[in-house]
């Protein structure tokens, strides 16, 4: 089987050629199908987003596609920064101006009251418009200030509690095995080998 991936992301495609090398399914990115448009993202949730890029593609291409959309929502926000994760800070921002922003909206939020959780939706949908939806959700808290150099976006500010530490201090192999992205890709994986 071959999968197109909704992403033109480098980092991100090669993250899930290696979380499904082990199902035979052959993986490629949009940058190898000729000029496609950007799909806008402009749903109300996760699902939405990713079942929309997911759906748009596969028409357009023929190709069984896959398509993720994955944020953060902190409680004391409201769920914000939710699908606006990317671009919290605006349009462009770079992942230390959204950690930045993140961090001054909730200067005045006391510890005990920072919740947040990790979210990731993944849909897979084929060209005739059928299209199945695995999620996955990592609960934390957020710090007051940054601590680790690995991972990216917000993993920094990021604590999991049960391990003490953050995403951004945590393996790789760790992180991987139980972030809402590894969560949603176990949930896909065990779709596929059922429907293979």
């Known amino acids: 089987m071959e999968l197109l991936v909704a992403t033109r992301n480098s980092g991100k495609l090669k993250e899930i050629q290696r979380l499904l090398s082990d199902t035979g399914i052959s993986v490629k990115g949009l940058d190898e199908c000729g000029d496609l448009p950007d799909v806008v993202e402009d749903g109300h949730t996760f699902a939405a987003n990713a079942q929309k890029k997911a759906a748009t593609m596969a028409h ?8 993720d959309d994955s944020g953060l929502a902190v409680d004391a926000l409201d769920g914000r920064p939710g699908i606006y994760s990317a671009r919290y800070a605006g349009d462009g921002a770079s992942d230390a101006d959204n950690n930045r922003k993140l961090l001054q909206d909730m200067a005045d939020v006391a510890f005990n009251h920072r919740q947040a959780a990790f979210h990731c939706v993944l849909a897979l949908c084929t060209p005739d418009g059928d299209c199945q939806l695995f999620d996955g959700r990592l609960d934390g808290m957020i710090l007051e200030q940054a601590r680790g150099d690995g991972g990216f976006g917000y993993d920094p500010l990021f604590l999991v509690p ?26 896909l994986v065990e779709y596929l080998q059922k429907s293979s």
């Open 60 to 67: 357009l291409t023929g190709y069984v596609t896959l398509a």
């Open 162 to 187: 049960e391990y003490g530490r953050t995403l951004a201090e945590l393996p790789l192999e760790t992180k991987n095995r139980i972030s809402h992205r590894g969560q949603a890709f176990n949930r």
